[in-house]
């Protein structure tokens, strides 16, 4: 069972639940004696879930654990990170029963997913890409992401093969860890391929500014760059702006080789589905949720698109080399010596980072050879 709330729910008042104490567990069903395996689950998207990106990748995986036995699924898109936020939690706890909830934008994590689990200690909330710190945060709060800057690594081995320029582009959206950690990423696949390369990268300030997003991708064509990649929540805009230009394109977030054709290499994207339905399981069994999951390629949390007809035979193979050296958990992408763009040595040469070392969650450099600023 499905249901898509409609906009004016998030004006629901708590007349209803006056008599409910804070953080009890609500009961469309009247009885704590309901089989374990019933648990209504609510989803919450800050755009659309047809957006070919970030959003659809989330309903995506949503869509999986609807199929599951005893889940009933409830979804909100279009939620801005504000306290709507807060009332669309609310709404989803009081008038719908739901017990865990996954906020999934970066932006409702702090203080609105905060704030509602002080107020309700009884409901699980798990927010994708959150850093949930022990001590800090409550204890039925936690975060969830992937490493999917390996995705961006292999999309960078694709680009630096397609290039003839040596100048590669990157759209994104806003200089926090994970997009810094994926433009870097890029640069450094596409590196181990032509150390000469370069890549522009364009912020445009927001996660979803359609006429920004076209304005930056013309920008890095127009100055040179002949393969496109991003990293705002939906790269439809993006993709179909350069493949329009004649620019080939990486995809991120989801598949969007249906809006680029022969123009699109490959892609880095979510596979939620698995994460999802772990996190199911879990709460069925009436085990503890996890408070900090991670995971890359290898856990099944990321997966790549089909390479596309442009990759050379010489791409491809070493593509897929890489993506066995990831997938047996031997490769570092952030292998020393690597230096920032200011010249400052950011990576010992001595130092060879894990693929869950808790120091990339904090990335605040660009690597060298990337042209642009975080400030």
């Not at 400052?344 to 450099?365: H, K, P, R, W």
Request: hydrophobic share 40%; with cysteine.
């Amino acid at each position: 069972m499905t249901k898509l709330l409609p906009m004016n729910r998030r004006n629901f008042l708590q007349a209803s639940a006056a008599g409910l104490a804070a953080g009890t567990v609500p009961g469309l069903f009247g009885s704590q004696a309901m089989a374990q395996t019933a648990l209504t689950v609510g989803f919450i998207y800050v755009g659309p879930k047809d957006d070919y990106g970030y959003n659809q990748a989330h309903a995506e995986g949503a869509a999986v654990i609807k199929k599951m036995p005893g889940i009933t699924l409830v979804e909100e898109e279009n939620v801005p990170e504000t306290v709507d936020v807060q009332k669309t939690m609310e709404s989803m706890i009081n008038l719908d029963g739901a017990t865990l909830l996954f906020p999934t934008s970066f932006g409702y994590f702090d203080p609105h997913m905060l704030a509602m689990a002080a107020k309700y200690p009884k409901i699980q909330f798990r927010h994708c890409g959150g850093l949930w710190t022990e001590g800090k945060h409550p204890a039925n709060t936690g975060s969830y992401f992937g490493y999917i800057g390996q995705g961006q690594y292999l999309n960078g081995i694709a680009a630096g093969y397609a290039t003839k320029s040596k100048k590669i582009g990157f759209v994104a959206a806003k200089p926090i860890p994970q997009v810094v950690q994926n433009i870097n990423s890029f640069l450094l696949g596409a590196r181990s391929v032509d150390p000469t390369i370069t890549c522009q990268v364009i912020f445009t300030g927001e996660w979803s500014l359609a006429v920004k997003e076209a304005e930056a991708t013309n920008a890095l064509i127009d100055q040179g760059a002949d393969v496109i990649t991003c990293h705002v929540d939906s790269p439809k805009v993006v993709v179909e702006t350069a493949a329009g230009r004649g620019a080939f394109v990486c995809g991120y977030h989801a598949n969007q080789s249906a809006l680029a054709k022969d123009k699109y290499l490959t892609g880095a994207e979510w596979a939620w589905g698995n994460v999802y339905t772990n996190f199911i399981k879990t709460a069925q069994s009436g085990g503890k949720l996890g408070n900090f999951v991670r995971g890359g390629l290898k856990d099944g949390f990321v997966k790549m698109s089909p390479l596309g007809p442009a990759v050379s035979a010489e791409g491809r193979k070493k593509f897929e080399a890489t993506l066995a050296e990831i997938m047996s958990g031997k490769f570092s992408v952030f292998k020393g010596p690597i230096k920032d763009n200011k010249g400052n040595v950011v990576v010992t040469a001595s130092t060879a980072f894990a693929e869950d070392a808790i120091e990339l969650e904090s990335m605040g450099y660009l690597v060298e050879g990337v042209v642009g600023s975080t400030s």
